[in-house]
């Protein structure tokens, strides 16, 4: 992802996670603790 020419790699990898959680995890209605949720997925402890 590129904003005014700026590279940011970070952005892209969070907007990817985020997508991750809300299609394949379903937590796209979840509050906060949807963050533990992808947490513990990308762990391998869920």
């Excluded at 590279?7 to 394949?24: E, G, H, K, N, Y």
């Amino acid at each position: 992802m590129q904003c005014d020419g700026a590279f940011l790699p970070l952005t892209m990898l969070q907007r990817d996670r985020f997508a991750d959680l809300v299609t394949r995890l379903e937590g796209g209605d979840l509050d906060h603790s949807a963050l533990f949720l992808e947490l513990l997925d990308r762990n391998n402890l869920s």
